[in-house]
T-cell receptor, first 114, second 115 residues
Framework: GQQLNQSPQSMFIQEGEDVSMNCTSSSIFNTWLWYKQDPGEGPVLLIALYKAGELTSNGRLTAQFGITRKDSFLNISASIPSDVGIYFCAGPLTRGGSNYKLTFGKGTLLTVNP | DSGVTQTPKHLITATGQRVTLRCSPRSGDLSVYWYQQSLDQGLQFLIQYYNGEERAKGNILERFSAQQFPDLHSELNLSSLELGDSALYFC??????????????FGSGTRLTVV
């Protein structure tokens, strides 16, 4: 089946540093989603990307939909302690032309040292 | 608050037992999805219901079953529990049968510990 390979698995950074993580797939996706999971909570949608080459920002977060439609990256600028959490990429699997479920990468665990 | 309510938040039970996890979707959402999250496997899709009917099945064990009721809440039943079933179980919901471009909304999860 379609798998999303997310890297790095974990990152330890100092407050104020920029962070970059990415997600690749052997299959094409028509949408890329980035979620963040805080400890003890469910994943929350950060950014959604709908078109190849699209670059979208949400505050200090920027994500891009790769031109091949097989990859995406997420950047966080000037990290702060509350950025700590697990970041997941996700893409919808299609059936009959419709998106019917999300498949997730294994996540990037981000730790920010104040 | 995401609008998706899961109960209980924590559950500790013994091997061989049966438990029921409950999910109330966000108001207006007709689709409910169940996911299992473990350290080594990440978020694994289990099953989807739409307006009371099962619509998609993932890596769900035969010991597990689910249903969606007329009021749209859903229950995930886990039986003959094993130590390896210990995980976080998430429910998510979306408006339609097909995932919208903004994905879906997750609840806070139920942490199941089997001892």
């Amino acid at each position: 089946g379609q798998q999303l390979n997310q890297s790095p698995q974990s990152m330890f950074i100092q407050e104020g540093e920029d962070v970059s993580m990415n997600c690749t797939s052997s299959s094409i996706f028509n949408t890329w989603l980035w979620y963040k999971q805080d400890p003890g909570e469910g994943p929350v949608l950060l950014i959604a990307l709908y078109k190849a080459g699209e670059l979208t920002s949400n505050g200090r977060l920027t994500a891009q939909f790769g031109i091949t439609r097989k990859d995406s990256f997420l950047n966080i600028s000037a990290s702060i302690p509350s950025d700590v959490g697990i970041y997941f990429c996700a893409g919808p699997l299609t059936r009959g032309g419709s998106n019917y479920k999300l498949t997730f990468g294994k996540g990037t665990l981000l730790t920010v040292n104040p | 608050d995401s609008g998706v309510t899961q109960t209980p938040k924590h559950l500790i039970t013994a091997t061989g037992q049966r438990v029921t996890l409950r999910c109330s979707p966000r108001s207006g959402d007709l689709s409910v999805y169940w996911y299992q999250q473990s350290l080594d496997q990440g978020l694994q899709f289990l099953i989807q219901y739409y307006n009371g009917e099962e619509r998609a099945k993932g890596n769900i064990l035969e010991r597990f079953s689910a249903q969606q009721f007329p009021d749209l809440h859903s229950e995930l039943n886990l039986s003959s529990l094993e130590l390896g079933d210990s995980a976080l179980y998430f429910c998510a919901s979306s408006v339609s049968l097909s995932i919208g471009d903004d994905g879906y909304t997750f609840g806070s999860g139920t942490r199941l510990t089997v001892v």
